[in-house]
Nanobody
Framework: QVQLVESGGGSVQAGGSLRLSCAADGSPYVYYCMAWFRQAPGMERERVARINNFHNTDTGTYYADSVKGRFTISKDNANNTLYLEMDSLKPEDTAMYYC???????????????????WGQGTQVTVSS
């Protein structure tokens, strides 16, 4: 069973930066997709960014339009840790952020919440204006 633990959330002013981490206990999958999602109060969970991985090599990323150019997803394969570097934060980025993993690749922009089998508990990000 894959276990995911997020950290790094907090409160920051608009324009600031945060880096989220997601420690994974080791995936049993040969190729898989890891992603960040977020959910604001009263809203549906939405996609943020994802990265594909094959034999501990990252093979492609995808970003939601709302974060493109501001957020960067990456993975430290030696330490099995997923990151989300968030720059130029806006109040609308305020949400609970979750990391998730699924076996098999995510194809282009065709990935959604229900595709993912494993989830972390979330870490809160609050951006004040």
């Amino acid at each position: 069973q894959v276990q995911l633990v997020e950290s790094g959330g907090g409160s920051v002013q608009a324009g600031g930066s945060l880096r989220l981490s997601c420690a994974a206990d080791g995936s049993p999958y040969v190729y898989y997709c890891m992603a960040w999602f977020r959910q604001a109060p009263g809203m549906e969970r939405e996609r943020v960014a994802r990265i594909n991985n094959f034999h501990n090599t990252d093979t492609g990323t995808y970003y939601a339009d709302s974060v493109k150019g501001r957020f960067t997803i990456s993975k430290d394969n030696a330490n099995n840790t997923l990151y989300l570097e968030m720059d130029s934060l806006k109040p609308e980025d305020t949400a609970m952020y979750y990391c998730a993993e699924k076996p098999g690749y995510c194809s282009g922009g065709n990935w959604k919440t229900t595709d993912f089998k494993h989830w972390g508990q979330g870490t809160q990000v609050t951006v004040s204006s």
